[in-house]
């Protein structure tokens, strides 16, 4: 998803920056094990193009994504970091990954000598401001790891973090005087109102808070900071003055900190905590998580981190690249949900008061319109442990803000993308029976949540579909979305023998019919009179934010029917035209006008998987007794729609769905479903893969003769069993087990063909 910002500074490849790097060039090694996984993992891939991801240091779903940020703003520097720019304004404590949208990018810390403005200074001007150049090549980038020279200062800056501590090393040039800004001015994206708060405690503490006012209306973070060596002095400035003195509280909040000059080269070490509540508590979350000073140790511990998560999946495989392209993919799939409580269980709730846990961890961070596709599926199977507090998570917001999240950022409902995603993550929990979370409570916030008469709710109770002319952009969408989640709301209904509830919400899940026009064969905006659209239409033609899809057109939106391709399939006459349509979604080409999203990106014909609502389409194929297209189009996507070059993903990363794409499809299949499964089978790529599912359960998947060329199922065995289905129950997977493909170079004339054999639909 996106929205388009106004570009303030050109890309800076005049300075010299490269295109392309290696995680591994510049400063120290990066040591690692002959078996960790982190060295696979490039986290330049998603750096170019619009993928927008993190770059920075963190350990998996931490509170603290410490990384540099660049002066440049626009749509593609919303994480902070664009491949083509070679400037560093500071290492912010907090950091999106491939959204569409800017924000975050708090507390920012940089190292100087000599003199600098507090300010932002002025892309191509490298004396300007408060920022300096860098090259490539001095850069090192792992997973829990980030290292970098600033040219302007001759600093070498390392980064390294726990989850709710950001660990900052910095080595400055001999007979230069060390001096460390902190800048609660900064931020990324569109910022309103803001305050910061600067006080030196003491000659080796400062500690503070920002607010702000950006894409989550109300931010807060608070933060404490402690150095390795005294501080000698400090100047502290708002926007128009500046003054000697120990603390400050202004809208533009800056600190120039002075360290004493050491005759050869110096290091400073940085502990910096991060609280949603108060400095007290980031006091105590840097107490319980980095005591001491050992960065390399905090480093190795990080490194430990990434690799005991990355262990969830080993693959095997002879394809060294494809390998890359997975643990990449798998590392980004845990930048986020982001943690969102202090150790003592303190967290900011979405009511925008403290609340304290009894057990367990608060997120945020859920980009859910984009995530319940695979991101959350994907978790369901090689993160079971984490699911119920994800859960738990969703059921605090609803408890606190009267609904499910739909966009929930740093304790902030941004509303922002359309349906009811909330529901759907948690209904695929309860009907996966995930436990460790109240079922009764969940019932009741999905149902409160699909009774809301917001974002076009209101129109789509009272219609039984969104109308155009009462909900004037996106109707179709939202309206599709909404019946999504009612079908999954539905089967949690009927699991629970709640049939008055079961009929209601599974006959508002029908919404799509209502948008079809058997004529054209599309689904189309409707008005309240059930009238379709008025005028030419064409199916290619999109407008962002001005028509009745949501990022697309109605080529990407005919399909939106996860929950009953059934019978989806039945509006087209049968599974032959139906088969006809889908095939033509793969070949046709048309304009889609100057005022399409740039989200429809990774073009397929019209397929787009840039953007999620394409993202099961593929799969679509099995349920028409075809699998072997599905497996053509999913290598297809595989091999050409992500890469390991910098601008190796086809749209946005958006919050870790575009990678859990990959990871789903690599392994070999894919929940079209939208809650409960089953997976469908696609194309397995790697010749092994070994899943850690829970506890010490183990479910292996194994390809037998794979290649390129062989890329089509011929036949399957479930634990040493003939298995006939070309699908798979989320139960038989998370009991653990062997699953294995026997793999061939023509389509198979009887896998996956008959009715029985075939995903089906539940109702």
Same mark, same amino acid.
């Given at each position: 998803?996106?929205?388009?910002?106004?570009?303030?500074?050109?890309?800076?490849?005049?300075?010299?920056?490269?295109?392309?790097?290696?995680?591994?060039?510049?400063?120290?090694?990066?040591?690692?094990?002959?078996?960790?996984?982190?060295?696979?993992?490039?986290?330049?891939?998603?750096?170019?193009?619009?993928?927008?991801?993190?770059?920075?240091?963190?350990?998996?779903?931490?509170?603290?994504?410490?990384?540099?940020?660049?002066?440049?703003?626009?749509?593609?520097?919303?994480?902070?970091?664009?491949? =083509?720019?070679?400037?560093?304004?500071?290492?912010?404590?907090?950091?999106?990954?491939?959204?569409?949208?800017? !924000?975050?990018?708090?507390?920012?810390?940089?190292?100087?000598?000599?003199?600098?403005?507090?300010?932002?200074?002025?892309?191509?001007?490298?004396?300007?401001?408060?920022?300096?150049?860098?090259?490539?090549?001095?850069?090192?980038?792992?997973?829990?790891?980030?290292?970098?020279?600033?040219?302007?200062?001759?600093?070498?800056?390392?980064?390294?973090?726990?989850?709710?501590?950001?660990? *900052?090393?910095y080595t400055y040039p001999a007979q230069e005087i060390p001096?460390?800004?902190?800048?609660?001015?900064?931020?990324?994206?569109?910022?309103?109102?803001?305050?910061?708060?600067?006080?030196?405690?003491?000659?080796?503490?400062?500690?503070?808070?920002?607010?702000?006012?950006?894409?989550?209306?109300?931010?807060?973070?608070?933060?404490?900071?402690?150095?390795?060596? +005294?501080?000698?002095?400090?100047?502290?400035?708002?926007?128009?003055?500046?003054?000697?003195?120990? =603390?400050?509280?202004?809208?533009?909040?800056?600190? @120039?900190?002075?360290?004493?000059?050491?005759?050869?080269?110096?290091?400073?070490?940085?502990?910096?905590?991060?609280?949603?509540?108060?400095?007290?508590?980031?006091?105590?979350?840097?107490?319980?998580?980095?005591?001491?000073?050992?960065?390399?140790?905090?480093?190795?511990?990080?490194?430990?981190?990434?690799?005991?998560?990355?262990?969830?999946?080993?693959?095997?495989?002879?394809? &060294?690249?494809?390998?890359?392209?997975?643990?990449?993919?798998?590392?980004?799939?845990?930048?986020? %949900?982001?943690?969102?409580?202090?150790?003592?269980?303190?967290?900011?709730?979405?009511?925008?008061?403290? *609340?304290?846990?009894?057990?367990?961890?608060?997120?945020?961070?859920?980009?859910?319109?984009?995530?319940?596709?695979?991101?959350?599926?994907?978790?369901?199977?090689?993160?079971?442990?984490?699911?119920?507090?994800?859960?738990?998570?969703?059921?605090?917001?609803?408890?606190?803000?009267?609904?499910? %999240?739909?966009? *929930?950022?740093?304790?902030?409902?941004? !509303?922002?993308?359309?349906?009811?995603?909330?529901?759907?993550?948690?209904?695929?929990?309860?009907?996966?029976?995930?436990?460790?979370?109240?079922?009764?409570?969940?019932?009741?916030?999905?149902?409160? =949540?699909?009774?809301?008469?917001?974002?076009?709710?209101?129109?789509?109770?009272?219609?039984?579909?969104?109308?155009?002319?009462?909900?004037?952009?996106?109707?179709?969408?939202?309206?599709?979305?909404?019946?999504?989640?009612?079908?999954?709301?539905?089967?949690?209904?009927?699991?629970?023998?709640?049939?008055?509830?079961?009929?209601?919400?599974?006959?508002?899940?029908?919404?799509?019919?209502?948008?079809?026009? %058997?004529?054209?064969?599309?689904?189309?905006?409707?008005?309240?009179?059930?009238?379709?659209?008025?005028?030419?239409? !064409?199916?290619?033609?999109s407008a962002h934010l001005a028509n009745d899809y949501t990022?697309?057109?109605?080529?990407?939106?005919?399909?939106?029917?996860?929950?009953?391709?059934?019978?989806?399939?039945?509006?087209?006459?049968?599974?032959?035209?139906?088969?006809?349509?889908? !095939?033509?979604?793969?070949?046709?080409?048309?304009?889609?006008?100057?005022?399409?999203?740039?989200?429809?990106?990774?073009?397929?014909?019209?397929?787009?998987?840039?953007? @999620?609502?394409?993202?099961?389409?593929?799969?679509?194929?099995?349920?028409?007794?075809? %699998?072997?297209?599905?497996?053509?189009?999913?290598?297809?996507?595989?091999? &050409?729609?992500?890469?390991?070059?910098?601008?190796?993903?086809?749209?946005?990363?958006?919050?870790?769905?575009?990678?859990?794409?990959?990871?789903?499809?690599?392994?070999?299949?894919?929940?079209?479903? +939208?809650?409960?499964?089953?997976?469908?089978?696609?194309?397995?790529?790697?010749?092994?893969?070994?899943?850690?599912?829970?506890?010490?359960?183990?479910?292996?998947?194994?390809? *037998?003769?794979?290649?390129?060329?062989?890329?089509?199922?011929?036949?399957?065995?479930?634990?040493?069993?003939?298995?006939?289905? =070309?699908?798979?129950?989320?139960?038989?997977?998370?009991?653990?087990?062997?699953?294995?493909?026997?793999?061939?170079?023509?389509?198979?004339?009887?896998?996956?063909?008959?009715?029985?054999?075939?995903?089906?639909?539940?109702?």
């Amino acid at each position: 998803m996106m929205i388009i910002l106004q570009d303030l500074a050109k890309k800076l490849i005049a300075f010299g920056a490269p295109l392309v790097a290696l995680a591994s060039c510049g400063g120290s090694a990066h040591v690692q094990s002959a078996d960790s996984l982190t060295q696979y993992v490039d986290p330049y891939i998603g750096t170019g193009g619009h993928g927008h991801v993190f770059v920075g240091a963190n350990v998996p779903y931490g509170a603290v994504q410490l990384g540099p940020s660049n002066i440049s703003t626009g749509w593609d520097w919303v994480s902070g970091y664009h491949i =083509s720019d070679s400037t560093i304004m500071g290492f912010a404590h907090q950091h999106l990954s491939g959204t569409g949208i800017g !924000d975050l990018g708090d507390v920012v810390f940089l190292p100087f000598t000599g003199t600098v403005r507090f300010d932002r200074g002025q892309a191509g001007d490298p004396q300007s401001g408060a920022y300096s150049l860098f090259r490539r090549e001095t850069e090192n980038v792992a997973p829990g790891y980030y290292r970098v020279h600033l040219d302007r200062f001759g600093v070498d800056a390392e980064l390294t973090a726990t989850a709710r501590v950001g660990f *900052h090393k910095y080595t400055y040039p001999a007979q230069e005087i060390p001096k460390i800004l902190i800048n609660l001015d900064a931020g990324i994206g569109w910022e309103g109102e803001k305050e910061g708060h600067i006080v030196l405690e003491n000659d080796s503490v400062v500690s503070g808070y920002r607010y702000s006012m950006g894409w989550a209306k109300k931010q807060k973070i608070y933060f404490s900071a402690t150095f390795s060596q +005294p501080v000698a002095s400090i100047r502290v400035a708002d926007s128009t003055a500046v003054q000697d003195g120990k =603390s400050i509280t202004a809208p533009r909040a800056y600190a @120039e900190l002075t360290f004493v000059k050491n005759p050869k080269a110096s290091d400073i070490l940085v502990k910096v905590a991060v609280s949603p509540v108060s400095i007290a508590n980031a006091k105590q979350n840097m107490q319980s998580e980095l005591s001491g000073w050992d960065f390399a140790a905090t480093k190795h511990s990080a490194d430990k981190a990434w690799n005991e998560q990355l262990q969830k999946i080993r693959v095997e495989t002879a394809d &060294t690249v494809a390998r890359k392209i997975f643990y990449t993919a798998l590392y980004h799939t845990m930048i986020a %949900p982001s943690l969102f409580n202090d150790v003592n269980g303190d967290y900011m709730g979405a009511d925008f008061k403290p *609340h304290r846990l009894d057990t367990g961890s608060n997120y945020t961070t859920f980009s859910l319109w984009d995530t319940y596709r695979a991101a959350h599926p994907l978790m369901s199977i090689i993160h079971p442990e984490r699911v119920p507090d994800m859960v738990n998570t969703m059921l605090r917001i609803y408890q606190e803000q009267g609904k499910l %999240p739909v966009w *929930h950022l740093v304790g902030n409902e941004t !509303d922002c993308m359309v349906g009811n995603p909330g529901i759907i993550v948690v209904a695929d929990a309860y009907l996966k029976g995930v436990e460790g979370f109240d079922k009764d409570l969940a019932y009741e916030a999905m149902k409160e =949540s699909a009774m809301k008469d917001d974002r076009g709710l209101r129109w789509y109770k009272e219609y039984g579909y969104v109308p155009f002319d009462k909900e004037k952009v996106e109707s179709v969408a939202k309206g599709l979305e909404f019946a999504i989640a009612d079908w999954s709301l539905a089967q949690v209904a009927k699991l629970r023998g709640e049939d008055k509830d079961y009929s209601y919400f599974l006959n508002r899940s029908q919404a799509y019919k209502k948008y079809f026009d %058997p004529d054209l064969q599309f689904l189309r905006g409707v008005d309240s009179q059930g009238k379709f659209r008025p005028g030419p239409f !064409d199916p290619f033609h999109s407008a962002h934010l001005a028509n009745d899809y949501t990022e697309g057109n109605a080529w990407q939106y005919t399909w939106l029917v996860p929950h009953d391709v059934n019978g989806f399939m039945g509006l087209f006459g049968g599974e032959k035209q139906f088969l006809t349509k889908l !095939d033509s979604l793969f070949v046709v080409e048309g304009d889609l006008g100057e005022e399409a999203s740039p989200d429809i990106s990774g073009l397929i014909g019209q397929y787009a998987h840039g953007n @999620e609502p394409s993202h099961h389409v593929i799969y679509m194929y099995s349920y028409a007794g075809q %699998p072997w297209k599905a497996a053509e189009r999913v290598r297809q996507t595989l091999a &050409t729609l992500y890469t390991d070059q910098v601008d190796g993903l086809s749209g946005n990363e958006d919050v870790g769905q575009m990678s859990a794409w990959y990871v789903l499809s690599a392994l070999g299949f894919y929940q079209v479903s +939208p809650a409960g499964g089953p997976f469908v089978f696609g194309s397995p790529l790697f010749d092994r893969a070994t899943l850690r599912v829970g506890g010490d359960k183990v479910f292996e998947l194994i390809a *037998h003769g794979n290649s390129a060329d062989n890329k089509y199922i011929q036949r399957v065995k479930l634990n040493g069993q003939v298995y006939d289905k =070309s699908y798979i129950s989320y139960e038989d997977i998370q009991k653990g087990g062997t699953l294995e493909f026997e793999m061939g170079n023509e389509p198979s004339v009887t896998f996956g063909v008959a009715n029985d054999a075939r995903p089906y639909s539940v109702q």
